[in-house]
Every structure is written in C-alpha cells, then in structure tokens.
Nanobody, 124 residues
C-alpha cells in the first residue's frame, strides 16, 4: 500500500514563505504524477499545483500561479510545495496526492493516493 505523508505546515504571517514536503513510501511511485490540493473550512477541496513524473511539466491554479512552486526529488520520493507571499486566503489544510497518470491533472478523482493533510494558517 502506498502512503503519502505531508509535513511543513504551521502558522505564519501574511507575506511569509513556507515549504511543504510530501514523502512517499510503501510502494514505488515511479511513473506517477503528483499534486497538491487544499481545503479551507466550509469550502470544497481545490487544486493547487501538479507536476509530471519527469518533472518536465507543472501546472498551477490561477490563485497561486507566480507565488507557489511545485518540485519533486524522485530519488528521495518526495514532492515539495514552496509557497511565497502567503496571504490569509491561503489558509487551509494542504493535501498531497499521487496519480498513476504520468501527465499533470487537476482533477481530484484522477488521484489514487492521498496524504492525511497538513494545516497551513496565515495570519493577517
């Protein structure tokens, strides 16, 4: 069984930066594209960013484009989300997910494995 574990969340102030990590274990995720999603209280889960298996393709939601950067280290089975210029609207639980598709996708049902989530709170 594959497992994804997020880390790096916490409380920051508006304008600060934060990096989330997602460590994959339990099976090989070779060939899997990876994504980050988030869910704020009272809202549906929304797509944040995705990266292809080769890391040659990335895709971002309009809300984070230019501020967030997704990357991966296949040797370490880890995916990262660098978040800059954070604001209060970025407050949410952030989830890492893996899809057997090699291409990037923003559709939640395309993802087979999900982490437990890590809380990010941005104070204004």
């Amino acid at each position: 069984q594959g497992q994804l574990v997020e880390s790096g969340g916490g409380l920051v102030q508006a304008g600060d930066s934060m990096r989330l990590s997602c460590a994959a274990s339990g099976r090989t995720f070779s060939g899997y594209a990876m994504g980050w999603f988030r869910q704020a209280p009272g809202k549906e889960r929304e797509f944040v960013a995705a990266i292809s298996w080769s890391a040659g393709s990335t895709y971002y939601s309009e809300f984070v484009k230019g501020r967030f950067t997704i990357s991966r280290d296949t040797a370490k089975n880890t995916v990262y989300l660098q978040m800059n210029s954070l604001n209060s609207e970025d407050t949410a639980v952030y989830y890492c997910a893996a899809t057997p598709f090699t291409r990037v996708t923003m559709i939640p049902r395309d993802y087979r494995y999900w982490g437990q989530g890590t809380q990010v709170t941005v104070s204004s």
